[in-house]
């Protein structure tokens, strides 16, 4: 356990002294919710009457992508092709310990951004609502399936090709996300795809449980799910440690 703590402590050190990573898990999800609040440019839903009700569940979807797939994927990537991942393998850390322990810093940097996202959003008058208690079991699953995917690119590509894809990646989940507009605004066809997206899933549940009068759709449980056991699963198949 001392071996798996002094881990724990070191992924969470390394996180806070990566400016890429502060500025991609924090910055931009607190900076986006500042302004585009401030700024009243972007579409939102029928009956939302200010933009702060419909971003902040949105920008909180943003942070959980951000910290579990591009942040996870890239860091992992470099540390596999650095030869880290090999050798803290051997040690009597052991793999598992590892791969739990980064799991694991990767939820405190969640806690860390809800937190700040939600203090922000309600300083910018947002008042939350609806089954919020559901909102920790859809980041938990989103959590899952994004650092599959991030785990799955770090363990299968090189490292500058990983940190290309995941923030590729990150753009396009970003757009298809519903996370900074409404899914309802984008074309039919185009929307049952995003829907079909861990992003959109995750977006969608996050507004149903933290908004006033809504539900998390059956769909969005369902779409989080496979993807909480699929891309893991497949991650663990084609990870490659060297």
């Keep these: ?27 931009i999800p607190v900076g986006l ?30 942070a959980v992508m951000s910290t579990a797939m591009v942040s996870l994927g890239i860091a992992t990537g470099f540390e596999r092709q650095y030869g880290v991942l090999k050798r803290l393998g051997s040690t009597p850390l052991g793999r598992g310990r590892l791969l739990t322990a980064k799991i694991a810093s990767i939820a405190v940097v969640e806690v860390v951004q809800v937190a700040v996202l939600v203090l922000v959003g309600l300083a910018l008058g947002w008042s939350p609502g609806g089954p919020m208690g559901l909102a920790v079991p859809v980041i938990l699953l989103a959590t899952g399936a994004f650092a599959g995917l991030g785990l799955l690119m770090a363990g299968s590509l090189r490292a500058e090709v990983t940190l290309a894809a995941a923030n590729g990646l990150y753009l396009l989940l970003l757009l298809l996300g519903g996370m900074i507009f409404p899914l309802s605004k984008l074309p039919t066809a185009l929307r049952d795809v995003a829907r079909a997206l861990p ?3 995750l977006s969608d549940a996050l507004h149903g449980a933290l908004t006033t009068g809504s539900s998390v759709p059956v769909r969005a449980w369902i779409v989080l799910a496979v993807w909480a056991v699929a891309a893991p699963a497949v991650a663990a198949r084609l990870f490659r440690w060297e």
């Design 1 to 27: 356990m001392k071996a798996w703590r002094s881990q724990l402590g070191a992924e969470l050190r390394l996180t806070a002294r990566r400016g890429d990573s502060v500025l991609l898990n924090l910055a």
């Design 33 to 62: 919710l500042v302004f585009f609040s401030l700024v009243d440019v972007l579409p939102r839903p029928p009956g939302v009457r200010h933009p702060v009700q419909f971003l902040t569940p949105g920008l909180i979807a943003l």
């Design 199 to 201: 992003s959109g899933a």
